[in-house]
């Protein structure tokens, strides 16, 4: 019976170390069976013998989540500020942190009619889509690149942005850290958003289990950490507007470290964001007018 595989799947978690296991049971349950799982559960609804492929679906999420696989990429896809977006092997699992990122870039241009926006080093597409959502729902004009370099991630930043295509986030390949990206994505944006990676050396020696599973190219960021907002900073300045702000999301121990990285690079109104639970979570800057860095494509 239904109910006997789901007291089954619950005890099976719990045993293998899930800390929420009764939640992930629901989960797990709600993909493979209904939607209103434990609604139908009370009523009767699956009050009977699981079919033998739900049976064959159900253990092998089960063997994959007991092993230590993320539930994100167990059931192929997370929530993230409202929308569902999927996720798998290769990819950044959205996470809630990440929505004040959101909410900073789009307070920073909610005011402006039209909004030049590209999202870098953009993995499953999270943060340029929830602008996207963010600005059409404000009555904003825009054009958001969201651009990835690795295959597997843009293989779901491209299925992402198919689902919701009434947005229209155009997807563009390519590698943040090379200068020549500048030209392949043009000039004159309002905002950079960018969610790169910053774990460093000793934060690797520490992963999680389940984090372990996601791809080391979206968590590490040098032996400090650092690598990407240093180079970022410095490549990207000439792809701003005058005034244009650039808007990292940032690891908890390392706002000083790149607020100094971005008024090195002459950005000022540099500043620290904090999320839902006070912790450090964004650092923004904004371009001097005028002002470029080494790297000119303007001619």
Known sequence: MVKDCYASVKKRLAQAGIEDFSFETDVIFEEVF????KLDMMIGRLDRKATDSEVSRLNSM?????????????????EFYGMELSVGDGVLIPRQDTETLVD?????????????????????????????????????????????LYDKAFYYLEKNA??????????????????????????????????????DDEDMSKLQREVSFEPKTALYGSSDGLDYY??????????????????????????????????GEGYHSVRTVSDSTEKPRVVLGQKTCGSRSEYDFSD
């Open 162 to 199: 198919d689902r919701y295509s009434s947005l229209n986030v155009r997807v563009q390949k390519l590698d943040a850290l090379n200068p020549d990206s500048l030209a392949v994505n043009g000039l004159d944006l309002d905002i950079i958003t960018c969610n790169p990676p910053y774990l």
């Open 230 to 263: 240093r180079i970022i900073s410095r490549v990207w300045k000439n792809a701003l507007t005058d005034g244009g702000y650039i808007v990292f999301e940032i690891g908890y121990k390392q706002s000083k470290a790149v607020e100094s990285i971005l008024q």
């Open 62 to 78: 089960v063997e994959r989540r007991c092993k230590g696989e993320p539930l994100q990429y167990v059931i192929g896809k997370w």
């Open 104 to 148: 900073t870039a789009f307070e920073l241009v909610r005011q402006k009619s039209s909004v030049r926006a590209t999202d870098l080093c953009s993995g499953s597409g999270c943060i340029a889509l929830a602008l996207a959502e963010l600005l059409n729902k404000n009555g904003t004009q825009y054009k958001i690149t969201a651009a990835e």
């Open 34 to 37: 209904s939607r209103s799982f």
